[in-house]
């Protein structure tokens, strides 16, 4: 398929960041006495800040205030972003296609942390639209961010060629009808063997 709109999450697909994301959420999870493992730190990743505090303050016993420890792991995080470096191969793609076909992230992440980080790289500007968790009802591995990206994008949905690299968006590529691309693999093929 010769895609009409082209979609990017965008810690660990368009910048890499996971490794920040997660010396903030250690620092951050700690401090309120919940567990977050790195393991299990990448198994949920794309889940929304909001969903994964539920989700450890649920299974943990721990009552957390979702939104106020969100902020605080942000905020954290926000502090990191001058670490934080593009990933080339999936960039020299948007750079390929800027300008030819319309282009939108579509990122479990906050606005704050997602334009921060767009911003940070001097990137923002190749995308015509930018959703965020704050965007939609139901964030990945649900398909809400993937449609609202194609709506904004005006694209229909199986005309859109969408990048991922957590479980959980590859998911929620495949509910919205996407072709998808997991950067996991593209990565993996462009190293030297």
Same mark, same amino acid.
């Given at each position: 398929?010769?895609?009409?709109?082209?979609?990017?999450?965008?810690?660990? @697909?368009?910048?890499?960041?996971?490794?920040?994301?997660?010396?903030?959420?250690?620092?951050?999870?700690?401090?309120?006495?919940?567990?977050?493992?790195?393991?299990?730190?990448?198994?949920?990743?794309?889940?929304?800040?909001?969903?994964?505090?539920?989700?450890?303050?649920?299974?943990?016993?721990?009552?957390?205030?979702?939104?106020?420890?969100?902020?605080?792991?942000?905020?954290?995080?926000?502090?990191?972003?001058?670490?934080?470096?593009?990933?080339?191969?999936?960039?020299?793609?948007?750079?390929?296609?800027?300008?030819?076909?319309?282009?939108?992230?579509?990122?479990?992440?906050?606005?704050?942390?997602?334009?921060?980080?767009?911003?940070?790289?001097?990137?923002?500007?190749?995308?015509?639209?930018?959703? @965020?968790?704050?965007?939609?009802?139901?964030?990945?591995?649900?398909?809400?961010?993937?449609?609202?990206?194609?709506?904004?994008?005006?694209?229909?949905?199986?005309?859109?060629?969408?990048?991922?690299?957590?479980?959980?968006?590859?998911?929620?590529?495949?509910?919205?009808?996407?072709?998808?691309?997991?950067?996991?693999?593209?990565?993996?093929?462009?190293?030297?063997?």
């Amino acid at each position: 398929m010769e895609p009409e709109g082209l979609i990017f999450d965008c810690d660990g @697909t368009l910048v890499d960041t996971m490794p920040i994301h997660f010396k903030a959420w250690s620092s951050t999870t700690k401090v309120h006495g919940l567990v977050f493992p790195e393991d299990r730190f990448y198994a949920l990743g794309g889940v929304s800040p909001f969903e994964v505090l539920r989700i450890l303050s649920s299974e943990q016993g721990v009552k957390v205030d979702p939104e106020a420890v969100t902020r605080e792991k942000e905020s954290r995080y926000m502090e990191l972003i001058a670490e934080a470096d593009e990933i080339p191969e999936v960039m020299q793609i948007v750079r390929e296609n800027h300008g030819k076909i319309p282009m939108a992230v579509a990122s479990g992440g906050t606005p704050e942390t997602v334009e921060g980080i767009l911003d940070h790289c001097g990137i923002r500007h190749y995308f015509d639209a930018i959703v @965020t968790s704050e965007d939609v009802e139901k964030p990945k591995p649900a398909p809400d961010t993937f449609l609202e990206a194609a709506r904004r994008i005006n694209v229909a949905p199986e005309k859109c060629r969408a990048y991922e690299d957590a479980d959980m968006g590859m998911k929620a590529i495949l509910a919205a009808g996407m072709d998808a691309v997991d950067v996991r693999d593209m990565l993996a093929a462009s190293q030297p063997k």
